[in-house]
């Protein structure tokens, strides 16, 4: 059974920072994308960065660009993203995610079979 775990959401000001980790069971890096989606209130999920664990392709959706950086860490199974220069805009619940078989990362939702349950982010101004 595949699970996905969320860790490292929290409260902060703008300009600053949080590491979001997911640890991966049931699941191993290596063979195809995973990703982290956010979700507003109100608002559509949208997706915020997606790598393929081979290596290889990655994807940032333009909001997030030159601020957050995905990564992986193999030996621990573990999907993160490193969140900086935070603004308001980037409140959200966030998503981890992941495919069995896409290998070219990209920002929508489908072909992500396993889904975390989230962690909050709010960014205050």
């Known amino acids: 059974q595949v699970q996905l775990v969320e860790s490292g959401g929290g409260s902060v000001q703008a300009g600053g920072s949080l590491r979001l980790s997911c640890a991966a069971s049931?699941?191993?890096?290596?063979?195809?994308?995973m990703g982290w989606f956010r979700q507003a209130p109100g608002k559509e999920r949208e997706g915020v960065a997606g790598?393929?664990?081979?290596?290889?392709?990655?994807y940032y959706a333009d909001s997030v660009k030159g601020r957050f950086t995905i990564s992986q860490d193999n030996a621990k199974n573990t999907l993160y993203l490193q969140m900086n220069s935070l603004k308001p805009e980037d409140t959200a619940m966030y998503y981890c995610?992941?495919?069995?078989?896409?290998?070219?990362?990209?920002?929508?939702?489908?072909?992500?079979?396993?889904w975390g349950q989230g962690t909050q982010v709010t960014v205050s101004s």
């Open positions: 995610a992941a495919s069995t078989w896409i290998t070219v990362c990209s920002g929508g939702r489908r072909g992500y079979n396993y």
């Open positions: 049931g699941y191993t890096l290596g063979r195809a994308c």
């Open positions: 790598i393929y664990t081979g290596g290889g392709s990655i």
